[in-house]
């Protein structure tokens, strides 16, 4: 099974900020410089709070706050789960009266640091209602709450100077304890999580250090006053949290769901380990090391913390394979030796575009782009708008090419996901123009495949396009539509096409029209064409390790493939010589024959006619024959001359067993087809496993 061993910003930020928030309980530095633990605990670790709800609105908002209902339902659960862990304390510290409990449950948590649970699900009710006023009112309106909450915390000694103010707020905390909560604190960060802004990473670590240094002065001023209720909001805070949250999203790629459990186990434990290292502390008479001692304290309790977090994340359970009926395993180190491979054939500049549409060729979008993404691929290709929403979803960054067409309808998703869209020819360039929204875009050229493109010699539809202001043109290419073949004919028409296209772009240059990105190659450009000029190369079959079929190729190159796929034999048994078996009693046993069922059909995405065009598999490392008609989810192999050959056993329709292999090539020429077709059919019922040896 892969690990993510690399923890991408966000996810990691959150351990942080669990961290944090031990030191704000513990007070690490309050034995050596109270001015030191203020700084660490009052202002630096009061961004920790901020940032969890951040992280929830930035994941909200990307579906429009429709999990909003499902994301409060989780809250609750673990609300509850944590309030029954906390009762023994709450307990024995003297237990609360029924009505009093119901009133923390509600509203303040029923044990200190619970207060996040309550006001998290008040907060994104609050949010979700304010996100449905538009662009201003949602954040204007949370900024007001907040500037309210404000007075009644760090700046409650100002405000309170004014009578009529000083009864607002003993009329609120009348109510609360404090207006830190779902109301006042909660809405703003969830919405400024929501509008996820970025700047780039030096202009956010300058707003940050700029910001927090501002903020510092502010709680240094403040506490100097003497004016603080409470100090857990700053009227620099929000300004502060835009910039680290927006410094944290540039650096955020993928995921690291550990650090992200950890978090929440961390957030969770630590007040029970506060008690825990106390109650030890006293028991061994080690009360100078772990109490007295500030640092010590504080390193015991997170030390305690993080092992009773660990011990939690490895007991979690976790969802396993719900069966074990037929399965895709990718090989993630052939996909990453592939990529070098075809990378090492490149011109000098001349970067890879991985294409992952069809589901990247039926080996699951998502893990090969992540894959990919984590070992330096930085721009992908697909074949439609949704296809790159997924991408986008996986934490997958860069450049994403749609090849195909995009109805000019969707412009406004194109841009939310910072995808880049194929203009297919001159009415789509202009009919995406005219929406009045900014389209990142290439432009293909038509160089005689006659699919998608700008005829490449329509030059007076080139410079139309690029007078429209909102087409951001960011690169020109064309698709060589005979290039997997060595045929003279061909390599002529191939060689016509290149010259087409290069000199469309050297006209392009000529003009002052900027054409960009500029590529042409796929995987059989790769195979039989010399090194391109170009800034990418569109690789799909390639990366897959496998050729569209069994044609030679100019250049070989040392390629793996990167899946496999299996299945289990459900039940072996015997059938007479003469007896018939499957539908259609379409096989004929010819002599007495053991026939093994093998649990994968052509609901799982098989070709209905490879059992019965010369179709095999791998039992044991050895091959048998498919016979019979194939079921939608079972077929039938002939295991006579296999007698070893039981249920349970693993079924190899593609790959490696033992000394033996089963090519994709091959299964594709049984049915008459090209392995794009085939992998690309694999159906969603199959299971994926991830080998990472
Ligand atoms: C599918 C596709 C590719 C990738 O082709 P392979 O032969 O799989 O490398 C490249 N460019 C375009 C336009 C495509 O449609």
Avoid at 91 to 109: D, N, T
Wanted: hydrophobic letters at 45%; proline letters at 4%; one cysteine or more.
């Amino acid at each position: 099974m892969s690990a993510s061993k690399r923890y991408p910003a966000l996810d990691s930020f959150r351990l942080i900020a669990a961290v944090l928030v031990t030191a704000i309980h513990t007070s690490p530095l309050a034995g050596y410089t109270p001015l030191g633990d203020f700084l660490l605990t009052r202002v630096l670790a009061r961004t920790a709070v901020p940032f969890f709800l951040m992280v929830s609105g930035y994941f909200l908002a990307k579906d429009g706050w429709r999990s909003a209902g499902k994301t409060v339902k989780k809250l609750l659960a673990l609300y509850a789960g944590a309030a029954a862990l906390y009762l023994p304390l709450n307990w024995y510290q003297g237990g609360l009266a029924p009505l009093a409990f119901l009133k923390r449950l509600a509203l303040e948590g029923t044990f200190y640091h619970l207060w996040y649970f309550p006001a998290a699900v008040l907060g994104i009710l609050i949010a979700r209602q304010l996100s449905r006023l538009g662009k201003f009112w949602p954040l204007a309106l949370a900024g007001a709450l907040y500037l309210v909450g404000l007075g009644g915390d760090s700046y409650y000694g100002l405000v309170s100077r004014v009578p009529a103010l000083k009864a607002v707020y003993g009329g609120i905390f009348a109510v609360f304890d404090y207006t830190r909560n779902g109301i006042f604190f909660a809405p703003l960060f969830l919405l400024l999580g929501a509008e996820g802004r970025r700047w780039s990473g030096r202009v956010s670590a300058a707003g940050l250090l700029l910001s927090l240094g501002a903020m510092t002065g502010e709680a240094l001023w403040l506490r100097q006053m003497g004016v603080q209720r409470h100090d857990s909001m700053y009227l620099l805070l929000p300004v502060c949290m835009v910039f680290l949250f927006s410094l944290l999203l540039e650096r955020n790629k993928g995921r690291a769901p550990m650090a992200r459990e950890m978090s929440l186990f961390l957030y969770l434990l630590h007040p029970w380990c506060i008690v825990l290292v106390r109650g030890g502390a006293k028991a061994w008479g080690l009360e100078r090391v772990f109490i007295e001692n500030s640092l010590g304290h504080f390193a015991a309790v997170l030390v305690l913390s993080l092992a009773a977090s660990w011990a939690l994340y490895r007991l979690r359970p976790r969802p396993r394979p719900v069966t074990d009926r037929a399965w895709r395993e990718l090989d993630l180190q052939a996909l990453d030796h592939n990529a070098r491979v075809l990378r090492d054939q490149l011109a000098p500049g001349c970067e890879l575009m991985a294409v992952v549409k069809g589901n990247a060729y039926g080996h699951g979008a998502v893990p090969v782009a992540r894959r990919l993404w984590k070992k330096g691929t930085r721009a992908f290709a697909v074949a439609c708008l949704s296809e790159g929403i997924a991408l986008r979803r996986a934490g997958i960054g860069g450049t994403i090419l749609i090849l195909g067409y995009t109805p000019p309808e969707e412009v406004h998703r194109l841009e939310y996901w910072r995808l880049t869209q194929t203009v297919a020819d001159l009415d789509h360039g202009m009919a995406l123009a005219s929406t009045g929204r900014p389209v990142r875009v290439h432009l293909a050229l038509d160089t005689g495949m006659h699919r998608l493109g700008i005829p490449a010699e329509d030059r007076q539809a080139i410079a139309a396009l690029y007078g429209q202001k909102n087409l951001r043109i960011g690169g020109v290419y064309s698709h060589l539509c005979v290039c997997d073949s060595l045929e003279r004919a061909d390599m002529d028409f191939t060689e016509s096409q290149l010259a087409r296209f290069y000199s469309a772009v050297d006209w392009m240059c000529w003009e002052g029209l900027d054409p960009g990105a500029v590529h042409i190659q796929s995987s059989y450009g790769i195979w039989n064409l010399p090194a391109q000029p170009c800034r990418f190369a569109r690789v799909g079959i390639a990366l897959y390790g496998v050729r569209s079929d069994s044609q030679s190729v100019r250049r070989e190159l040392d390629l793996r493939p990167v899946l496999a796929l299996r299945a289990r034999v459900a039940s072996v048994r015997t059938v007479a010589c003469g007896q018939d078996a499957g539908y259609g009693c379409a096989f004929r046993a010819k002599r007495d024959s053991r026939l093994a069922v093998v649990t994968i059909g052509y609901g799982d995405g098989l070709p209905r006619q490879l059992s019965q065009s010369g179709g095999q598999v791998l039992i044991r490392g050895r091959r048998a024959p498919m016979v019979g008609r194939m079921c939608m989810d079972q077929l039938l192999v002939d295991v006579t001359e296999l007698p070893q050959a039981c249920p349970g056993d693993v079924a190899t329709l593609i790959g490696r067993d033992g000394g033996e292999e089963l090519r994709a090539e091959e299964l594709a020429q049984c049915c008459a087809t090209i392995t794009n077709e085939l992998l690309s059919q694999l159906g969603s019922r199959l299971e994926t496993r991830q080998t990472d040896f």
